[in-house]
């Protein structure tokens, strides 16, 4: 069985599209092979800044020979049908069978086709392949019509088998398929014949070229590290950089420069920002105080100076970046200096945020009165809060992130510490934009959380009151994963928090901000009293400008639903409560995927979500999360059915005889042991289940609970409900409730599977 070698030969193709390119051309080329009829038993793909390769082992020498029955019309159809059939088969009627079936005669079209060898499928699929190869932009050059991501110089297609090599026929717009191709650029520039996959990676190496990116980014990492230490200094790990520059490189020669002695005091996400951004330079920083001392470039060749003059330029270009950021960074510690954090944020009330939702500046006044409320529960200072928040965003309107946007935050840390502000303050500049994603760090100082459940709850309440919820896959301000955020800052900090009254007093803000954002116009009505307020879609009923209506003011017209939908289809604003629940809800939701990835049935989440206290996440999770491991134990599952089966004979019965079985038991009316044992037992779980509950000691509620198994199953063994003697039945049917209430207090199991 043959192996193959294909080469895709051009000018550069971008370090972003490279590996998705050699994946590309992987899947396309084996899929068509076995769509084709073939087999193989290997293929890999790789790739270089001038080339795609894919080398596939054990193919078929041929595809099979393929015998096709296809069923045609009945014997004796239209003419027209019998047409149609023909044309699809590519027969003729000469050349149908006739089969008959329990519904009758009818023809019968057996179609075979020979086997074809291997090549002549490869050079099909080959050509199918780079003519509509999927890249994300393409050109054309010369007269020719083929696309591709840069010119296409050269196509090296062979079949290797113990009989020899063999070049593929192929030929696409004047390039033919050959044996042959290129070294490095300028180290190996000649052409030179391969017979296989081995002999080509061997031959490439020894023209300069590493083949396998995995391998170039090895060494480079290998040799970064190696200079690095020998310096007495440590690479900063940048995996997506090294990924990038492995890209970038047939033969990586590692290179070490220096940084001029002006730039050496800026802060090192400076450095290092503009190195990686501009440069694609890996930053080497000394142990001892952290500070960027170094920087690593890789070039392409090796050179008879040893790199020199290739430093020599890269450190020229270098100083120009940076001393543009050194003019950045000192201009806003002017700045700070004279007017402070608060004075640079000024800038912010001219910045939109969104044209429903007012300025950037009339947002950081929300989420300061939030952060401040936010505050006690979360063990944070108010004051300090409430400050944090006011200057958390300043550093969006410096010089320094608006050269390099990826900085925000980061520099706020730096400006607040050089104002003079607790490092506390100065850490929620950074630390209130996280958690990003599911893996990113979780803030854990107090005034840090409470600015970031601020930030994060003002973007959904914001975003809802403007009805801005995500749909679908589409979430283009990212409210999931401001959720997500909410619910891991809670959750991690074990912060006990009411999460529908943060909602509330976030839209009462939002709300405000809404009214008195634009100019109301007001219309008269026919008859006194009659008259409105206009505002874009929306129409207020009243007699006041609603425009200087104080906040609780906003919030009783919203509770007492005076905010009416007008005629003409005017949509009115949502009560408060009606925009509190639908967004407790989605997080509902967000909480169900996340307590999902954690292996949390989601029965068992639902059975939680009923209980009082669901906008705790804190206690809701910790309620899930023991009624979870409950189940898992043998007495869980059990207990369950015992729950269920009263439940379900307790439910009929109340429709049946159309009352409600909650007036308590009484023991003296108890015929059986196994009657008299529940009684017990019900009473010990209720004593141990009560204050553990008050006391949120789920756990210990469980185990109370699973106490009840043994007897429950008991009573339902031994003890008949539906007895002739109705004192004794409503007796019997008063006691189910109690399992029903009992049990019912921990958490709602009917939501439960099983």
Known sequence: MPDVLIELFSEEIPARMQLRAAEDLRKLVTDGLVEGGL?????????????????????????????????????????????GFLRSTGLTLDQLETREDKKG????????????????????????????????????????????????????????????????????????????????????????????????????????????????????EH????????????????????????????????????????????????????????????????????????FVTVANRETVD????????????????????????????????????????????????HNKLGSQKARIDRISALAREIAPLVGASPDLAHEAAEIAKADLQSAMVGEFPELQGTMGVYYAKKAGLPDSVAEACKAHYQPLGPSDDVPSDPVSVAVALADKIDTLTGFWAINEKPTGSKDPFALRRAALGVIRLVKE????????????????????????????????????????????????????????????????????GDLREAEGGKRRLPKLTDMVQD??????????????????????????????????????????????????????????????????????????????YSYGADLKFAETDEERALFTALDAAEAAITPAMQAEDFATAMTAMAALRAPIDAFFTAVQINTDNQVVRRNRLN??????????GVADLTKLDG
């Open 105 to 220: 005669a009818f023809y019968l079209a057996v179609i075979e086709k020979a086997g074809r060898p291997a090549s002549e499928i490869l050079a099909e699929v080959l050509e199918k392949t780079i003519r509509n190869f999927p890249w994300p932009k393409s050109m054309r050059w010369g007269a020719g019509s083929l696309r591709w991501v840069r010119p296409l110089h050269s196509i090296l297609c062979l079949m290797t088998s113990e009989a020899g090599a063999e070049v593929v026929p192929l030929d696409i717009d004047g390039i033919t398929a050959g044996n042959t191709t290129r070294g490095h650029r300028f180290m190996a520039p000649d052409v030179f014949s391969v017979t296989g996959f081995e002999d080509y990676a061997a031959k490439l190496k020894r023209a300069f070229v590493v083949l396998d990116p995995a391998e170039r980014a090895e060494m480079i």
């Open 306 to 353: 040893h790199g020199a003059t290739i430093l020599a330029g890269n450190q020229k270009v270098l100083a120009a970046r940076l001393s543009d950021a050194k003019f950045f960074w000192e201009n806003d510690l002017r700045t700070i200096t004279n007017v402070g954090l608060s004075g640079m944020a000024e800038g912010l009330t001219n910045v939109t945020f």
């Open 223 to 294: 040799d970064t590290k190696n200079r690095a230490f020998a310096l007495g200094l440590e690479l900063v790990e940048d995996r997506g950089l090294l990924a990038e520059v492995a890209g970038l490189v047939e033969w990586p020669v590692v290179l070490v420069g220096e940084i001029g002695a002006g730039f050496l005091d800026l802060p090192p996400e400076v450095l290092q920002t503009s190195m990686r951004e501009h440069q694609k330079f890996f930053s080497l920083r000394d142990p001892k105080d952290g500070r960027i001392v170094r």
């Open 583 to 660: 967004l407790l809800s989605f997080f509902h939701d967000r909480l169900k995927v996340f307590l999902k990835d954690q292996g949390i049935r989601h029965d068992v989440i639902d059975a939680c979500l009923a209980m009082p206290g669901n906008d705790d996440l804190t206690l809701l999770v910790n309620r899930a999360q023991a009624l979870a491991k409950f189940l898992e134990t043998e007495d869980g599952p059990n207990l369950l059915q015992g729950y269920k089966r009263a439940v379900t004979i307790l439910t009929q019965a109340e429709e049946k005889d159309g009352v409600e």
């Open 735 to 744: 006691l189910l409730n109690r399992i029903r209430t009992i049990c019912g």
């Open 39 to 83: 087999s193989y038993a290997h293929a890999r793909a790789y790739s270089t800044p001038r080339r795609l390769v894919l080398a596939i082992e054990g193919l078929s020498v041929e595809s099979p020979n393929q015998r096709e029955e296809r069923k045609g019309p009945k014997v004796g159809a239209p003419e027209k049908a019998l047409e």
């Open 493 to 560: 900090n074990a912060d006990r928090v009411s999460l529908s009254a943060l909602f509330g007093a976030s839209f009462e803000s939002v709300l405000l901000t809404l009214l008195s954002s634009e100019r109301l116009e007001h219309v008269a009505g026919e008859k006194e009293g009659d008259e409105y307020w206009v505002r874009g879609d929306r129409i207020w009923f009243g007699d006041e400008d609603f425009a200087v209506l104080t906040r609780e003011e906003v919030v009783v017209l919203c509770e007492e």
